[in-house]
């Protein structure tokens, strides 16, 4: 699940870069996984999210050598190894948030198959949930 969250704060961080870098005067319209993260953020969340994960901040990429390596290499390979980490991390981390945009996307569409009162009855059975793993008494909620 902890990729899930992860999942979702890069689709947040991608689209607020994607907002500043929109030049001055330009109107921009909402794609699909952009008003579904936009849904998600003020009403119901698509299947499987959390409020904490839209929010939470990235971390500060931070180098790792790869196993047996520390012993072997020098200064200058270490660097190299760290940039070379680098450069494919950010590209890793679009490549996630697009597939987290995508499954967002696809996520509201399948919410939209259901009619009203079974999207209540899901949200009644995602919030029992809920309660049952953070060991809170079942909130039933009013018809």
């Excluded at 839209?54 to 500060?60: D, G, Q, V």
Aim: charged share 25%.
């Amino acid at each position: 699940m902890s990729w899930l969250k992860a999942a979702f704060a890069a689709v947040g961080l991608v689209l607020l870069c994607m907002a500043e870098v929109a030049p001055s005067g330009a109107q921009q319209t909402a794609g699909p996984a952009e008003m579904a993260l936009g849904a998600a953020a003020d009403g119901p969340l698509p299947l499987g999210a959390s409020r904490s994960a839209l929010s939470s901040p990235i971390k500060k990429f931070r180098g790792r050598l790869p196993a047996y390596f520390a012993k072997v290499v020098d200064d200058q390979q270490r660097r190299a190894i760290y940039e070379i980490q680098e450069v494919y991390h950010q590209r890793i981390e679009a490549l996630k948030a697009q597939l987290a945009a995508l499954t967002a996307e696809r996520d509201v569409k399948i919410e939209s198959v259901l009619s009203e009162p079974q999207r209540l009855e899901v949200e009644q059975m995602r919030a029992a949930a809920r309660a049952k793993r953070n060991g809170t008494a079942e909130i039933s909620a009013t018809n």
